[in-house]
């Protein structure tokens, strides 16, 4: 296995030299665009190195002898507000980007997200990565109702941008939604498109709470012993985006 200098090395021969820094003996790639999170992922698998994606609202902190052997991308420099565009209701943002200042930036076209107001301290492509869940009047309003298109990097080191800004688009399954609690395992989530709202409605969101945020559906399916449908369909799913599990379960 590469030691950290030779990987070092090539990554810097490769990318510009601020995109590696070691974070106690861990190494830690900052892409800044997706083309860049692409080439690393290929650059990973060429050296046999799991990888994990990381954000800085990670539950997972990732140092210590779990992390030695993987290489983490962090999403911190995918942080810019890429484009409001008020008469079609969408934003898009970098996959970094903090979700709790969204509203700010939407406030002034008179936008808003509802789940930029909860009390989540982790970015826009983690809390789509977790599928961040709240309660409105006794029903469930999860992230993925506003969630509508993606650039996804994927572990092969390809570039998918899933979903539609359309309000209508072709009929089926949105694939959009798989990467809604994928917990970072189908692939990096380099940007992130919501649906926005008229700010006249934001009355409406007043009395939404957070809800506990839940580890269970797609991880447990990935457990070989489930064999319940949704579990062998988690399987499948993570088999045709990651099929040489370069992107492990930490």
């Not at 997972?60 to 942080?79: M, Q, S, W, Y």
């Not at 936008?111 to 977790?130: C, E, Q, R, T």
């Not at 919501?194 to 957070?210: D, Q, V, W, Y």
């Not at 799913?237 to 492990?248: E, R, S, V």
Request: charged share 20%; with cysteine; net charge neutral.
């Amino acid at each position: 296995m590469n030691s950290l200098n030779e990987i070092s090395h090539l990554v810097n021969s490769e990318f510009p030299d601020d995109r590696l820094t070691f974070q106690k003996g861990v190494a830690v790639f900052h892409p800044e665009n997706a083309a860049e999170a692409a080439r690393f992922f290929k650059l990973a698998g060429q050296l046999g190195r799991k990888v994990f994606i990381s954000g800085y609202g990670n539950n997972i902190d990732p140092v210590g002898a779990t992390f030695e052997n993987l290489l983490v991308v962090k999403t911190d420099r995918l942080n810019s507000v890429i484009a409001v565009v008020e008469q079609d209701l969408y934003v898009t943002v970098g996959g970094g980007y903090p979700l709790n200042e969204i509203n700010a930036q939407l406030k002034r076209h008179n936008l808003f997200v509802p789940h930029a107001d909860l009390p989540y301290a982790g970015s826009a492509g983690g809390a789509v990565a977790i599928n961040l869940a709240a309660e409105l009047n006794g029903h469930d309003l999860p992230l993925k109702k506003y969630f509508i298109k993606a650039e996804i990097v994927t572990p092969a080191g390809e570039i998918l941008t899933p979903g539609s800004v359309c309000f209508k688009s072709v009929s089926g399954y949105d694939i959009v939604k798989i990467f809604a609690a994928s917990w970072g395992l189908l692939g990096l989530i380099a940007t992130v498109t919501f649906r926005t709202i008229p700010l006249s409605a934001i009355e409406e969101f007043a009395a939404m709470k957070m809800k506990a945020i839940d580890r269970k559906n797609f991880l447990k399916g990935l457990d070989a012993s489930d064999g319940s449908a949704d579990a062998v369909y988690s399987r499948k799913i993570k088999d045709k985006f990651d099929p040489d599990g370069l992107l492990p379960i930490v």
